[in-house]
């Protein structure tokens, strides 16, 4: 068996241990299933807990109990500030929510894996967050919120890198686009670039995969979709991925057949050399960034020659500016939700 048969089969076999018709949902026996499971991974992998010799971070709010949980991929230098690799596992309904957001998880536990091969310069965080979904979302109780207030070490964070709805092929929009571009199901979108000018250089250099094509907007210009929050306000660069809604989001239809585990694999590929890239980097504090040059460039790529049909139907002149990229991204709110 191939290395790459190998991880996309451990993908699959961790996406379907997750996505169970029982689901994940908070206080529900599924999520304590997938908890267990998930602890479980984290020893077997060799990860080192985060806190007092445990993966699991409890805390109680609205009397009720959640459990964030988190691992440390040991670098050469701990005392740098770590970089955090995040995303939720629990469900908004008691259905496999494969999509959202089991396929994000398994992406991490394939990316820690990997990590702990190459003893990267600082530590790696693998952060699986609970209660993402609503009625938590954005609250108090929404388990990244949490973890960056209750949890983070003196060090702080040098990056954080969110996936949220990162399994499917982005669906295509337009029928009269596919024969133009029929690549669709290949795109994988980003936000958060601005938030340091380091960021846009080293998404540059790791958006090179013909078979994932990276489109970057900004965060103003979509929202705050998923766990990402808590950083971004809180002053530390990040980047947000996802390949937007698609007619399961949040429905029970979203099952571990649908999901695209050679696309997952390249995405955990990419985020290999994101994190390679940030190690060896100083952060400072997190800055805006002008990112319009990085925007158009990826969009250029990712799309050839269909961005000029795609400008000519949606009737854009041209695409130059940061006021023209505003403008097609407004236009194309209803084409590409992010969540």
């Known amino acids: ?11 699959r076999a961790d996406v379907e241990a997750l996505a169970t018709p029982a689901g994940r949902k908070v206080g529900t026996t599924g999520h304590a ?35 964030n949980l988190v691992g440390i991929v040991p670098g050469r230098d701990w005392r740098k500030p770590p970089i955090l690799v ?15 957001n089991a396929a994000a998880v398994a992406i991490g536990l394939s990316l820690a894996e990997e990590l702990l091969r190459k003893n990267p310069g600082r530590d790696t965080l693998i952060a699986l967050f609970d209660a993402e979904e609503p009625p938590f ?10 973890f960056f207030q209750d949890h983070g070490d003196s060090r702080g964070f040098h990056a954080a890198l969110i996936m949220d709805l990162v399994g499917h092929d982005v669906p295509m929009p337009l029928p009269a686009f596919q024969d133009v571009f029929p690549n669709f199901g290949k795109l994988l979108f980003v936000t958060g670039a601005e938030s340091h000018p380091a960021l846009g250089p080293i998404v540059r250099r790791n958006a090179v995969d013909p078979e994932l094509l990276l489109v970057a907007t900004q965060n ?26 698609w007619e399961h989001y949040h429905n029970f239809s979203d099952t571990p057949g ?12 990419l985020l290999l050399g994101l994190i390679e890239g940030l190690a060896a980097v100083d952060l400072l504090r997190a800055s805006e960034a002008d990112t319009t040059e990085l925007e158009i460039d990826l969009l250029r790529t990712a799309f050839g020659p269909g961005l000029e049909f795609l ?19 407004m236009r194309l709110q209803d084409m590409f939700r992010l969540k």
Do not use: W
Not at 1 to 11: C, F, G, K, W, Y
Not at 86 to 100: E, F, N, R
Not at 137 to 146: E, H, K, Q, T, V
């Open 1 to 11: 068996m191939t290395p790459m048969i190998s991880e996309i089969n451990q993908l």
């Open 33 to 67: 299933a997938a908890r267990r499971f998930l602890l479980d991974r984290f020893a077997s992998l060799g990860l080192t807990p985060f806190r007092r010799g445990d993966f699991d971070l409890p805390y109680e709010m609205l009397h009720q109990r959640f459990h």
């Open 86 to 100: 995040g995303a939720h596992y629990d469900s908004v309904i008691q259905a496999p929510c494969a999509d959202d």
């Open 137 to 146: 979302y954005l609250s108090p109780a929404m388990g990244s919120i949490r």
């Open 220 to 245: 103003r210009l979509v929202g705050d979709l998923s766990d990402h929050h808590i950083f971004r306000t809180q002053g530390v660069p990040y980047l947000f991925f996802s390949c937007g809604r």
């Open 258 to 269: 649908r999901l695209n585990y050679h696309k997952m694999l390249r995405i955990r590929n």
């Open 311 to 329: 400008l000519d139907l949606i009737g854009m002149p041209q695409l130059q500016t940061r006021q023209d990229l505003d403008s097609l991204s």
